[in-house]
């Protein structure tokens, strides 16, 4: 392989994997807006979300897709001079979701392995509700599906050049991101952590009020 065609192989590498994983953020993220309809709804959701993405085979391949994704990322982010805004915007948001990714799904496997919980409804509402977690979980969460979508919204202003196409889909994801925490902090009317939940966030975040 040429050197000038190695960064374009990452390239592609990165596109496909963020193809694939863009279909599993889709399922994830409708998921996640179900937290408006309460944990009933939202548990019998994610079981039958669980029953493709928990199955061996296909978690195996999500977690190394996830994997791909943020070393393809960060290596495209040496071969970037980025000039423009959209270019601007798709490094920043590359960068945030790395740190995010890796803390995300480094978490949620910590939780199931270790700490023997089921990472289902309560587990983010303890995050997004409890003091002083909250402080740290919904600008972290929020920033993740604004990140994902301008980062694709970037992608898409850089190769049809369409404002009106970028504004569109930055502006869904950001309305996305604020559904999602309303729905899990019942609109900051606050949600109940139940006892196992709570004893988790505490052990990380220390007793808040
Ligand atoms: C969460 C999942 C992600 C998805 C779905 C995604 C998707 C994409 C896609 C489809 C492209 C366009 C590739 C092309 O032009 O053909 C792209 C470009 C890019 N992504 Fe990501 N990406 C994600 C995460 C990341 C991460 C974690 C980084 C790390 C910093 C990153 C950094 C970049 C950079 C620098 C480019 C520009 C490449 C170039 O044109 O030189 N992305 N991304
Ligand atoms: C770029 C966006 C995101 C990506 C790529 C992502 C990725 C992942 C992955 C790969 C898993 C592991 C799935 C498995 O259990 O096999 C996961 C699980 C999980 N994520 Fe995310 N996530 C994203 C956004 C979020 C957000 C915004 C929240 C909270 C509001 C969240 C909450 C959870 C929870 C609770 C689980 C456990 C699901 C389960 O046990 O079935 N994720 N995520």
Known sequence: ????????AIKTLHYFSGITLS??????LINHLYSFAG?????AL???FRKVYRHPVVESILFLVVLIQVVSGVKLLFNRNAKTVAEKIQIYTGLYLSVFLIGHVGAVIEARLV?????????TVAGLNM????????PYYFLDVCAISLHVASIH??????KKGAYLIGGTGILAAALIIAGYTNFFHW???????RAFIEKYFGKGY
């Open 1 to 8: 392989m040429t050197q000038e065609s190695k960064p374009q």
């Open 23 to 28: 279909l599993f953020i889709g399922i994830h």
């Open 39 to 43: 944990p009933e709804a939202h548990i």
């Open 46 to 48: 994610m079981e039958k």
């Open 115 to 123: 700490e023997d919980l089921d990472t289902n409804f309560y587990y």
């Open 131 to 138: 003091n002083p977690a909250t402080w740290f979980f919904i």
């Open 157 to 162: 202003y850089l190769k049809t050049k369409s």
């Open 191 to 197: 949600r109940e952590t139940p006892p196992k939940e």
